[in-house]
Nanobody
């Protein structure tokens, strides 16, 4: 059974940093690309970052490019999102995602709140 568990969310001040983690199980993690999404209150879920199966290709949404860094440790079956220069508009629930056999799997999400 596929399981994705996000952690590391919390409160951060504008300009601050936070690192999110996504622990994966139930599938061969090193064989699959992974993605981070987020959903702010009253808004649709938004794609923010992609990493290929071996980590050599990465992509970012314009809204986070230059501030967020996606990475993964295949030995630990874990993906990360390093957030820096946080802005109020980064406040959202952050989800990790994997597509397996054409179907999306999601974690339960972790809340990030950027506020002074």
């Amino acid at each position: 059974q596929v399981q994705l568990v996000e952690s590391g969310g919390g409160a951060v001040q504008p300009g601050g940093s936070l690192r999110l983690s996504c622990a994966a199980s139930g599938f061969t993690f090193s064989n699959h690309a992974m993605r981070w999404y987020r959903q702010a209150p009253g808004k649709e879920r938004e794609y923010i970052a992609y990493i290929s199966d071996n980590g050599d290709r990465r992509n970012y949404a314009d809204s986070v490019k230059g501030r967020f860094t996606i990475s993964r440790d295949n030995a630990k079956n874990t993906m990360y999102l390093q957030m820096s220069s946080a802005k109020a508009e980064d406040t959202a629930v952050y989800y990790c995602n994997v597509m397996l056999a054409g179907r999306d799997s999601w974690g339960q999400g972790t809340q990030v709140t950027v506020s002074s």
